[in-house]
């Protein structure tokens, strides 16, 4: 763990920007790492979507800290969990909260203040920092402030309270500071310069490619629920046919997966041809 914690710390350092893709279970997260992620973080809505609960603190944390644990093993690269705002605002159960999340595996953490008071939020910060330490690990605390995502202030006044929270949660031990909504280059460039730590944006609908968004001095870029939504949408194109038709072609023409067997250490015996191969 410690060796994936300095990993992971080590990627924030530029001067390219730290790609994340945002995983839900342990295939897509094997199916990640293959594909080159040089790290995977869990996005809070996917795995909850993924479990039949919606986003917002409502996924038991047992049923979450069981998706990090299984992320972990089959991603084989430094993995960070969404925690959303910690399943609680009690800075004990915060505490221990943190110590399943770091003995699940992970070596960082996103934590979101949304609604709640920044004040209360840095002590959440700290309380994750003390945690952290307690355990022996450099925990990547990514403080996520939600002004612009959850509208809550406009313009020069969202800039303003934006880089004040900022601040305040890079203070209490905050590694990086994520701030999700914004995709003009003028306010990320804001953002980077006044930000005093790594800067964080999420993928969105008209964002900037990751290679102007490191000039700006954003440094890690997260996916959020993108590849479900792309994942689960093929789905959804092919089911309407297959349910009317009952025929393969349904799912025809559809990307191929490597043998998911081999990725996890399934039993080599099985030859190509055999029907395991095929369902």
């Known amino acids: 763990m410690t ?31 293959r594909a080159g992620a040089r790290a995977v973080a869990t996005s809070s809505a996917a795995v909850a979507w993924a479990q039949g609960f919606p986003d917002g603190d409502a996924l038991p944390l047992a049923r979450l800290i069981a998706v990090i644990e299984s992320v972990v093993r089959a991603a084989g690269v430094p993995v960070t969990a969404d925690i959303e705002g910690g ?6 159960e915060l505490s221990e909260t943190i110590r399943k999340v770091i003995g699940a595996g992970a070596v960082g953490i996103n934590l979101e203040d949304g609604t709640r008071a920044p004040d209360l939020h840095a002590r959440k910060v700290a ?16 403080a996520r402030t939600d002004v612009y995502l959850a509208k809550l202030a406009e313009g020069e006044a969202a800039l303003a309270e934006t880089l004040r929270r900022a601040a305040l949660y890079v203070a209490a031990g905050a590694s ?16 980077a310069k006044g930000v005093p730590a790594t800067l964080n944006v999420m993928l969105r609908p008209g964002s900037l490619p990751a290679e102007r968004l490191a000039s700006l001095g954003v440094r890690r870029l997260s996916s959020a629920t993108a590849p479900f939504r792309a994942a689960y949408g093929a789905l959804v194109d092919a089911l309407p046919a297959y349910l009317e038709t009952g025929t393969f072609e349904s799912f025809a023409g559809r990307a191929a997966l490597p043998d998911l067997d081999g990725v996890f250490g399934g039993v080599e015996a099985l030859g190509a041809s055999s029907p395991a191969r095929l369902i």
């Open 3 to 33: 060796d994936h914690a300095t990993a992971f710390h080590a990627l924030h350092a530029g001067p390219q920007v730290l790609i994340l893709p945002n995983t839900w279970d342990a295939a897509s997260a094997a199916l990640m790492a």
């Open 87 to 92: 399943y609680t605002d009690d800075l004990t």
């Open 127 to 142: 309380a994750a920092r003390a945690a952290a330490e307690a355990e022996g690990v450099a925990l990547y605390i990514n």
């Open 176 to 191: 990086g500071v994520f701030v999700p909504g914004p995709v003009d280059e003028a306010l990320i460039a804001e953002l």
